[in-house]
């Protein structure tokens, strides 16, 4: 999750690596690209476009490597939708970790955004959301779990229950390669969290390699049926020696919005193994 560290404004911040700008350029640029439909959504009918972050941390970094400062994702989120005259009608934020969720709710304050406050796991607060969020709005939720046994599967089936709504989903690279013998172990592990029902339907006699890439299909398959495409496209973020991070992934139901992830994403991707 990051060490704290003390910023300027008064309020903690976390340390971390260089790609983490990486990372919030390639939300940024989504954000920015869509804008126009967001503005559809802004005043219609519906008048909701909203932001959903389930892993906020504390909405402000440093940079390792460089001792550069930066945003978080909530706040680069609302800060960006801000500057394309779209600004988002709700920020949703949530991070089980309350020092860290509280920093970002003071920080999207003062800068005068309409956050609201979830409380507990990101589990708790994906259902909390999509039963209490505006049924009709365009909606977007980047879900940055900081391990592959973080990205509960039911996450993303409470957020899919909404219509309208955009992923941007970070699958973690490390875990599924470094740690994949400890994950095949009993029920409970990383992977049974991420893709329920894996187990009926990867060989596990296959070659290393070969195990993970069923898996990531499975689980993309267990997004698709919820209605949500996953992106062909899969972002490949790497470390400062090129070791693999994670992989970004829209999961979206309407064309548009996977036009829109190609677009933000052309300058290539990553292979996935």
């Known amino acids: ?11 903690p911040a976390a340390e971390v690596g260089e790609w983490a700008k990486q990372k919030h350029d390639y939300l940024c640029r989504y954000l920015n690209i869509s804008r126009y439909t967001r503005t559809m959504f802004l005043k219609g009918h519906s008048k909701s476009a909203t932001f959903i972050d389930l892993f906020c941390g504390p909405g402000r970094a440093m940079v390792k490597e460089t001792g550069e400062w930066i945003d978080g994702s909530a706040v680069a989120a609302w800060k960006v939708s801000q ?68 990205l509960d599967f039911k996450i993303i089936q409470s957020l899919a229950l909404l219509k309208r709504i955009d992923m941007l989903i970070h699958v973690n690279a490390m875990d599924l390669q470094r740690n994949w013998k400890i994950n095949l172990g009993p029920d409970g592990s990383a992977f049974d969290i991420f893709a329920p029902g894996w187990r009926k339907k990867v060989d596990l006699a296959r070659p290393p390699k070969e195990i993970r890439r069923q898996l990531i299909e499975y689980w993309r398959d267990l997004v698709a049926d919820l209605g949500k495409r996953p992106s062909t496209r899969m972002k490949l973020i790497t470390g400062s020696n090129e070791q693999r991070l994670y992989w970004l992934l829209l999961a979206a139901e309407n064309d548009l919005a996977h036009k829109f992830w190609n677009v933000a994403t052309d300058n290539g991707q990553g292979s996935l193994f």
């Open 1 to 11: 999750m990051g060490t704290l560290v003390d910023d300027k404004d008064g309020l």
């Open 83 to 150: 500057k394309g005259s779209a600004p988002f009608s709700d920020i949703y934020v949530a991070d089980i970790d309350d020092e860290r969720r509280a920093a970002t709710v003071e920080r999207l304050k003062r800068l005068k955004a309409p956050v609201r406050e979830l409380k507990g796991s990101a589990v708790d607060a994906a259902a909390e959301v999509a039963g209490t969020i505006n049924p009709y709005g365009l909606h977007f939720a980047f879900i940055d779990p900081f391990s592959l046994g973080a």
